[in-house]
Every structure is written in structure tokens, then in C-alpha cells.
């Protein structure tokens, strides 16, 4: 079983509706998570990072952590075709030093 | 400022030959991180440097891989007898190591090619 898992997708949505982006894992160590966006031949780039359990709203993206259910998310309302890219989301244990561990990335596509 | 850079963007190379991958760390961070990105995953954890030592190389997939930062900063990594399973993007990443996750940027990658 690997350590962190999200759903490839495809997902196609139409400009302006809410996206809904998933992992799972299994290391309940984890208490550092972040989102990425990672543009076409580009390196992933931090969207949010959130510590331990809660929510963290930053403009048109939230994030949500749930520790007891070993589930995050990632919300995007009003999404704009700018937002079509993959979005990974990774996890570590500690603060400095530890090591990501990501998931496979879902591809989005926001259709004008 | 400038960012974490990676040269070169591309390299083909013939199965069994030797690469060397550079990285450009943003200037100050301490924390340097190797990943490798195979097509339609996730980045995988290769070797983080804290400083000029590995502090966990943990990820390396076996003795054809190594990386060194001599003097702290630009980092090299080099795969010898490279395998057509080799081929992939080969990230670089830098943090500042009071910022935490929060401050760990991402370069463009280098794409290696195994033929």
C-alpha cells in the first residue's frame, strides 16, 4: 500500500464551479501537509501547507485536514481555466528535513 | 529574487552511460532535496542535504546514484551505468530550514532520457 493516494482523475469542470480534490494515507506520523500545482513541464509550486488537523482558507483555495480520518482536501470555487494543471498533494512527519511524500497528482481541467 | 534552477533542462543519454544533474539551490537555504518524477506520478524522495552532509539518502534506489554539495550550495547528482529505467524528471528543491514545509521551492526539473 502506498503511503499516500489520490484519485489521477482526469476531472473536467466547467469555469466558475467548485473542485473538490482528494488523498488518503496510512502514516498517521504525518502532521505537515501541502498542496501543489504543477503546470505542464513546470516544478511543482506550494499552494498551501497546513499543519495538523483544520481548515486553511487562502482566496479562492481552502484546505482541509482530517487526522482521525487520514483524509485531506482541497477546495477551489470559482475556478478559472488558469487553474487547469495537475495538483499533488504531499505529507511529512516533521517540520525540517523530513522527506515529502506525495501523491500521484490529479489533472484538472477548468473549461471556459 | 531568483529561484532554484536545474541545467541541463534536458539529457539524452545512452543506456550505460554516466550523467551528472545540477542544482542551483535559492541563495541561504540550507536544506537541499532530490526527487525523482516518473510519468503520471508523484515526485519521489531521492537524498536531502542539510549543509554540505546527507542527512538521509535513504531514497537513493541503489549504488548507481550519488549526490554530493561540496560547499553547501549547487548540488550534483550522478547516475553511473544509467538503465533505461532511469528515465524521468529529476527534481530539485531548496528550503530555508527555519521556514519549515512552507518555504520549500521547487526548480524546473531535468528531464533525463535513457535510450
Known amino acids: 500500500q502506498k503511503e499516500v493516494e489520490q484519485d489521477p482523475g482526469p476531472l473536467s469542470v466547467p469555469e466558475g464551479a467548485i473542485v473538490s480534490l482528494n488523498c488518503t494515507y496510512s502514516?498517521?506520523?504525518?502532521?505537515?501537509f501541502m498542496w501543489y500545482r504543477q503546470y505542464s513541464r513546470k516544478g511543482p509550486e506550494l499552494l498551501m501547507y497546513t499543519y495538523s488537523s483544520g481548515n486553511k482558507e487562502d482566496g479562492r483555495f481552502t484546505a482541509q485536514v482530517d487526522k482521525s480520518s487520514k483524509y485531506i482536501s482541497l477546495f477551489i470555487r470559482d475556478s478559472q481555466p488558469s487553474d487547469s494543471a495537475t495538483y499533488l498533494c504531499?505529507?511529512?512527519?516533521?517540520?525540517?528535513?523530513?522527506?515529502?511524500?506525495f501523491g500521484t497528482g490529479t489533472s484538472l481541467t477548468v473549461i471556459p | 529574487g531568483a529561484g532554484v534552477s536545474q541545467t541541463p533542462s534536458n539529457k539524452v543519454t545512452e543506456k550505460g552511460k554516466y550523467v551528472e544533474l545540477r542544482c542551483d539551490p535559492i541563495?541561504?537555504?540550507?536544506?537541499l532535496y532530490w526527487y525523482r518524477q516518473s510519468l503520471g506520478q508523484g515526485p519521489e524522495f531521492l537524498i536531502y542535504f542539510q549543509g554540505t552532509g546527507a542527512a538521509d539518502d535513504s531514497g537513493l534506489p541503489n549504488d548507481r546514484f550519488f549526490a554530493v554539495r561540496p560547499e553547501g550550495s549547487v548540488s550534483t547528482l550522478k547516475i553511473q551505468r544509467t538503465e533505461r529505467g532511469d528515465s524521468a524528471v529529476y527534481l530539485c528543491a531548496s528550503s530555508d530550514i527555519a521556514g519549515g514545509p512552507g518555504t520549500q521551492y521547487f526548480g524546473p526539473g531535468t528531464r533525463l532520457l535513457v535510450l
Open positions: 541563495s541561504g537555504h540550507t536544506a
Open positions: 502514516n498517521s506520523a504525518f502532521q505537515y
Open positions: 504531499a505529507m511529512s512527519a516533521g517540520s525540517n528535513g523530513n522527506q515529502f511524500y
